[in-house]
């Protein structure tokens, strides 16, 4: 009885000894996969921080994320390299422990792409060719992730210091018609105007004459506008939702995040198969 139930032990596979006939070279991949990322996140990593040190606070809004960016994959292809180079169980696990936070954020990423796609609904004004946006188009949660009451100062400095109106009011000669003909971008059209709907009267493009009344809808943000150039509609709701419509535009595709799961997945089951591989080589 005695054998026969060691026959049985013996007979049943481990989870480990599933891959002992897969003979397809996981770790000499992994570690090939690794090495090229490791090459790419430090040459952005060290492009990055040149950046970021060499340019002023508004342009940091963008480097300071990369540089967190890079680093995290540089750390991440670092120990999946030594990993699998030294057949580290340690490194491996310190590798994947980056790889799912890696996967998380990219995943979250993803998610408010979609939803900046769905909520990014640009207005076209009648009998113009311009588009408006409004901020009450975007959910909250979205509102307080991109436009921070606290941040949105420093922000509307960076619009006035970059000069983001500068082209429109390039051409002071241009009439009312040509203005509403114009294919404004989302900044010009939300920060160097105010809405259409206020019913202000046009003189130049960055002169428009109050008027008493206002559009209910639109009503705080035709009191915000000023013919200052340091004021202009910089304050405005309309200046705060295409700040957000410009970060959609800016951002990747959703595609681009997809196709960069699906290639991080799989890299990721190359060396967890390496990984389970070097386990059950440790336990022989």
């Given at each position: 009885m005695a054998k026969d139930k060691e026959e049985q032990n013996e007979e049943k596979p481990s989870l480990l000894s599933c891959f002992k006939n897969i003979s397809f070279p996981f770790n000499t991949t992994f570690m090939i996969a690794n090495s090229i990322f490791l090459a790419t996140a430090a040459f952005?990593?060290?492009?990055?921080?040149?950046?970021?040190?060499?340019?002023?606070?508004?342009?940091?809004?963008?480097?300071?994320?990369?540089?967190f960016v890079s680093f995290s994959l540089l750390s991440m292809a670092l120990a999946g390299?030594?990993?699998?180079?030294?057949?580290?169980?340690?490194?491996?696990?310190?590798?994947?422990?980056?790889?799912?936070?890696?996967?998380?954020?990219?995943?979250?990423k993803a998610v408010f792409v979609y939803?900046?796609?769905?909520?990014?609904?640009?207005?076209?004004?009648?009998?113009?060719?311009?588009?408006?946006?409004?901020?009450?188009?975007?959910?909250?949660?979205?509102?307080?992730?991109?436009i921070k009451e606290d941040e949105w100062y420093r922000i509307r400095r960076c619009l006035v210091k970059d000069n983001v109106c500068n082209k429109l009011f390039s051409n002071?000669?241009?009439?009312?018609?040509?203005?509403?003909?114009?294919?404004?971008?989302?900044?010009?059209?939300?920060?160097?105007?105010?809405?259409?709907?206020?019913?202000?009267?046009?003189?130049?493009?960055?002169?428009?004459?109050?008027?008493?009344?206002?559009?209910?809808?639109?009503?705080d943000d035709c009191r915000r506008w000023n013919n200052s150039a340091n004021t202009l509609?910089?304050?405005?709701?309309?200046?705060?939702?295409?700040?957000?419509?410009?970060?959609?535009?800016?951002?990747?595709?959703?595609?681009?995040?997809?196709?960069?799961?699906?290639?991080?997945?799989?890299i990721g089951i190359v060396g967890w198969f390496a990984w389970l591989r070097i386990l059950r080589e440790t336990q022989n």
């Open positions: 952005w990593f060290v492009t990055v921080s040149t950046l970021h040190y060499k340019t002023d606070e508004c342009n940091r809004l963008v480097t300071t994320p990369g540089i390299f030594y990993a699998a180079f030294y057949k580290s169980d340690c490194l491996f696990r310190i590798h994947f422990f980056i790889f799912f936070l890696w996967m998380f954020v990219v995943v979250a939803r900046l796609n769905n909520e990014t609904n640009p207005r076209l004004f009648p009998g113009t060719k311009i588009n408006e946006f409004r901020l009450e188009d975007y959910s909250g949660w979205v509102r307080r992730l991109v002071q000669n241009m009439s009312a018609p040509e203005f509403h003909q114009m294919n404004l971008t989302p900044i010009q059209s939300g920060c160097c105007k105010p809405p259409l709907a206020c019913g202000l009267t046009y003189v130049k493009p960055n002169n428009w004459t109050i008027s008493r009344y206002y559009n209910n809808i639109v009503e509609c910089f304050d405005c709701d309309s200046c705060k939702a295409v700040t957000i419509a410009n970060i959609h535009h800016t951002l990747f595709s959703l595609t681009f995040y997809v196709l960069h799961i699906a290639f991080s997945l799989s």
